[in-house]
């Protein structure tokens, strides 16, 4: 049984950090783009970072691009999402998904599994 577990939301002061963490199980993690997303109350999921299998490719969407680092450690299963200078915008659930098929990183489609999602609110 395949599992994401994401941890390390919580609550921020604007300008905070946060690091993120979503630990895979029952999957070949190395054989996997991993992403984040986040999805805005009464809104689609939006893609935030994506990581190539080996860790080298990154992509980030231009909302979190400069403030924001993803990456991976293939021999502990488990992907980060570094938010830095946080804002009230970036209050959202924050997810991450598992994808084996090659696409462009940027590509929101094609996952197979999806985490239950870690709660980041970011205050005033």
């Known amino acids: 049984q395949v599992q994401l577990v994401e941890s390390g939301g919580g609550l921020v002061q604007t300008g905070g950090s946060l690091r993120l963490s979503c630990a895979a199980s029952?999957?070949?993690?190395?054989?996997?783009?991993m992403c984040w997303f986040r999805q805005p109350p009464g809104k689609e999921r939006e893609l935030v970072a994506a990581?190539?299998?080996?860790?080298?490719?990154?992509y980030y969407a231009d909302a979190v691009k400069g403030r924001s680092t993803i990456s991976r450690d293939n021999a502990r299963n488990t992907v980060y999402l570094l938010l830095m200078a946080l804002l009230p915008d970036d209050t959202d659930v924050y997810y991450c998904?598992?994808?084996?098929?090659?696409?462009?990183?940027?590509?929101?489609?094609?996952?197979?599994?999806w985490g239950q999602g870690t709660q980041v609110t970011v205050s005033a």
């Open positions: 029952g999957v070949t993690f190395s054989r996997n783009e």
């Open positions: 998904a598992a994808r084996s098929s090659i696409v462009a990183l940027s590509s929101p489609r094609g996952f197979d599994y």
């Open positions: 990581i190539s299998r080996s860790g080298v490719g990154t």
